[in-house]
């Protein structure tokens, strides 16, 4: 008996229960406790089998993963896995909530498995950037198919009991009281005389093609992460190696992975996420507004997406549109997107008539007055933005929120236009809306706490990753965005060229290079912006975008138009080299009186991070990202950031804040005053801090 785990008898049955709330964590207590009731089990001669089972509400839900990195203090879960796996009487482990990582790995050391019907099994460590690494990748594959056992390694994802049973994860379902009929399964198998069944002695026996194949679909999938091509090897290992050796060979790999930078990124990464939903002075009991009927103005680009969120998470949606053509044309687009979907086998055709009919087109705002939120996608134009507030700030009914998707305008001057500024907030949805994970929420000057509260929960209604952050131009993600941008476009007036800068950071990890992104979003969108902006511009810093605007003006928008940075012939979205941009961008050098020079990869990357993270600085300083972490987020959910290299925050942290305040002070004398240390970093380099903590 311990704190943690306990022991009691019922009839001829032993039941241990974990009690660690709120996940069972497997935890130094919790694995000692593990084995001394197993002790105590084991002498109850009273007892003939034995349930392990969770209180509360999950069996373990994994390792407890703030012990990771320190020194591991003994027992660690292996071994209690080797003692519940030898144990004397057979151990049934009874499922409910989730037993993901450690705990499914603890579950696969007992002879059978019960799981309730709500209950979820996976191996998630992936995500983390490691392994599992207490027996899962090699007992796993010898209880189920091997392809099974590694398609769940390799994507983390959680299975819920029906198909766990289907693959013989589990070996019955539970759909009443689950230590009940664990007891009675246990007394069922003990009446049967039913044996011991240690999955170390099954056999395995696994196509050596599945493990090529997964090689080719994790070089596509999960391009620069390390943990899964180990995941690979180690699971091959169960195929080809004796069980002891192969429990041998993962503890290596998943050492090897633990004490990584990714998996040190990666784990990072999983607390960012959690972290960017605290709100200091939003309380977590900050009373919601109900968001049960929405609307959109505007069915471009932005609103279609926008509203295709609310009919997808089943909440009816009225778009405004300014004529019957535009709307159409926008209800045309969502239907088209659905079609999509449905002739991908991911979405029924009834369930897409059922979203369609969710939506309602108008052409006034009568049908906006007893929406619960209006968010507004129109031009991005402040006359037009503050005639449409004026007019929501009369139809919609108190309480309502009034939402704008600006992404570079005022929006404490917007809500100013409205009689209710504590309603106004920023909700700040990436292109294309239906598809891209973050949403920047946009707290303004007088935006109330329960508003702020409401759009974090919509957020998560509608299945997205969201920051919440500052006014200002661009917000956190685009404004820092801008500073790489013209990093990018500096580097080709000194002497790269785009195919090159793209594979520079392509290679890095980034998702796609700064050029192929503008060719795919419209190089229209940023030179608009750029001329919008013009006469504001400070005429002593050096413009970097002669070569875009050159482009625009001969029509080259990007992949829309099939060409821009690239080539795109017949529609197709793959880039070809274009010798007339070479020979555009090496004239631009010439006007411009630069000598081109030879540029490596390395300045390539260092330059464009630099840029990120020194803007991310003065964010901070500034208070409109509220931690680095958050910016790490946004990053990572919106912009194609690697994820096994944490954000940009992290990234630089990484290099050390020092080098990169050296090198940005080299790069001013060397590039000229697009390069400006932020305060902030030099605050931090003299206090020796650094962005994250870490
Ligand atoms: P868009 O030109 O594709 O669509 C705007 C739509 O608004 C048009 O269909 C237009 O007819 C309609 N409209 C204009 N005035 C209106 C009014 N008074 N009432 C109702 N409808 C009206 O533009 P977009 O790309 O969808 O951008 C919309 C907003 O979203 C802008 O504020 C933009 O800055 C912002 N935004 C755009 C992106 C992007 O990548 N396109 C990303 C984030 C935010």
């Known amino acids: 008996m311990s704190e943690f785990v306990r022991y009691e008898r019922r009839g001829n049955i032993g039941i241990i229960t974990?009690?660690?709330?709120?996940?069972?964590?497997?935890?130094?207590?919790?694995?000692?406790?593990?084995?001394?009731?197993?002790?105590?089990?084991?002498?109850?001669?009273?007892?003939?089998?034995?349930?392990?089972?969770?209180?509360?509400?999950?069996?373990?839900?994994?390792?407890?993963?703030?012990?990771?990195g320190k020194p591991l203090k003994s027992p660690d879960l292996r071994e209690d896995i080797v003692r519940y796996e030898n144990s004397s009487k057979p151990v049934i482990a009874a499922i409910h909530?989730?037993?993901?990582?450690?705990?499914?790995?603890?579950?696969?050391?007992?002879?059978?498995?019960i799981g309730n019907v709500k209950a979820r099994v996976g191996l998630p460590e992936v995500t983390l950037g490691i392994l599992p690494g207490a027996g899962g990748t090699q007992r796993l594959p010898r209880l189920?198919?091997?392809?099974?056992?590694?398609?769940?390694?390799?994507?983390?994802?959680?299975?819920?009991?029906?198909?766990?049973?289907?693959?013989?994860?589990?070996?019955r379902v539970s759909e009443g009281d689950l230590l009940e009929d664990a007891i009675k399964y246990a007394e069922e198998l003990v009446a049967s005389g039913a044996e011991r069944r240690r999955i170390r002695d099954m056999g395995i026996e696994a196509e050596a093609e599945i493990f090529d194949q997964a090689r080719t679909v994790?070089?596509?999938?999960?391009?620069?992460?390390?943990?899964?091509?180990l995941c690979i090897q180690a699971v091959e290992n169960a195929a080809s190696m004796s069980f002891d050796d192969g429990l041998?060979?993962?503890?290596?790999?998943?050492?090897?992975?633990?004490?990584?930078?990714?998996?040190?990124?990666?784990?990072?990464?999983?607390?960012?996420?959690?972290?960017?939903?605290?709100?200091?002075?939003i309380p977590k009991d900050t009373p919601l507004r109900e968001i049960a009927k929405a609307g959109v103005i505007g069915a471009g680009t932005m609103g279609g997406g926008i509203a295709m969120n609310f009919a997808n998470a089943g909440i009816p949606v009225t778009i405004v549109e300014t004529s019957q053509e535009a709307l159409d044309r926008g209800l045309g687009i969502i239907r088209k997107n659905y079609e999509a979907t449905v002739a991908k086998g991911r979405l029924s055709r009834d369930a897409m008539e059922q979203r369609m009919a969710l939506f309602t087109g108008s052409l006034d705002y009568d049908g906006l007055s007893d929406v619960d939120i209006v968010i507004e996608a129109a031009f991005e134009n402040m006359a037009l933005k503050k005639e449409i507030f004026g007019k929501l700030d009369k139809t919609c009914k108190s309480g309502a929120i009034l939402a704008t998707n600006t992404s570079t305008l005022d929006i404490d001057e917007i809500a100013a236009e409205t009689d209710r500024p504590e309603d106004v907030i920023g909700l700040h949805f990436f292109s294309p809306a239906n598809v891209m994970r973050l949403l920047e929420i946009v707290r303004a000057a007088k935006t109330s706490k329960d508003v702020v509260a409401t759009a974090m929960k919509l957020s998560r209604t509608i299945g997205k990753v969201s920051a919440v952050v500052g006014v200002c131009d661009g917000f956190v993600g685009n404004r820092m965005l801008h500073a790489y941008m013209d990093q990018a476009m500096s580097l080709l007036e000194e002497g790269a060229l785009p195919q090159q800068i793209d594979k520079a950071l392509y290679d890095w990890g980034w998702a796609m290079g700064p050029f192929a992104v503008m060719d795919l979003a419209g190089n229209d969108v940023s030179w608009r912006i750029r001329r919008e902006k013009a006469p504001d511009r400070d005429r002593n810093l050096p413009y970097p975008h002669t070569?875009?605007?050159?482009?625009?003006e001969e029509g080259r928008f990007g992949q829309k138009t099939g060409k821009g940075w690239y080539l795109y012939s017949d529609g197709s979205r793959t880039p070809d080299i274009d010798p007339a941009v070479d020979a555009l961008i090496v004239k631009t050098s010439a006007d411009k009186g630069i000598a081109r020079r030879e540029i490596s990869d390395e300045e390539i990357v260092k330059r464009c991070m630099y840029a990120l993270a020194n803007v991310g600085a003065d964010l901070l300083d500034e208070g409109i990202a509220l931690r680095a972490s958050d910016i790490d987020v946004i990053y990572n959910a919106g912009y194609g950031f690697p994820r096994y290299r944490g954000g940009p925050m992290f990234a630089a942290d990484s290099v050390g804040l020092d080098t990169m305040l050296a090198d940005i002070k080299r790069f001013r004398e060397d590039f000229g005053p697009l390069w400006r240390p932020s305060k902030y970093l030099e605050k931090l380099v003299a206090e020796g801090r650094n962005f994250t903590g870490q």
Do not use: W
């Open 18 to 68: 974990i009690n660690n709330p709120p996940v069972n964590a497997l935890g130094h207590g919790v694995r000692a406790g593990l084995i001394g009731c197993l002790e105590e089990g084991t002498a109850d001669e009273q007892a003939s089998a034995l349930v392990l089972i969770g209180g509360g509400r999950t069996f373990p839900a994994g390792a407890d993963i703030t012990e990771f």
């Open 97 to 113: 909530g989730n037993a993901l990582g450690g705990g499914l790995e603890l579950a696969l050391g007992c002879d059978y498995r």
């Open 144 to 171: 189920i198919d091997p392809a099974a056992a590694l398609d769940m390694i390799l994507t983390g994802l959680f299975v819920p009991a029906p198909k766990a049973l289907k693959l013989g994860i589990i070996d």
């Open 218 to 229: 994790a070089a596509k999938r999960a391009r620069g992460f390390d943990a899964p091509l």
């Open 248 to 281: 041998r060979e993962e503890r290596v790999l998943f050492e090897k992975l633990l004490t990584s930078d990714q998996s040190k990124a990666q784990r990072y990464m999983f607390f960012a996420e959690r972290e960017v939903g605290k709100i200091p002075d």
């Open 547 to 552: 070569v875009a605007d050159a482009l625009c």
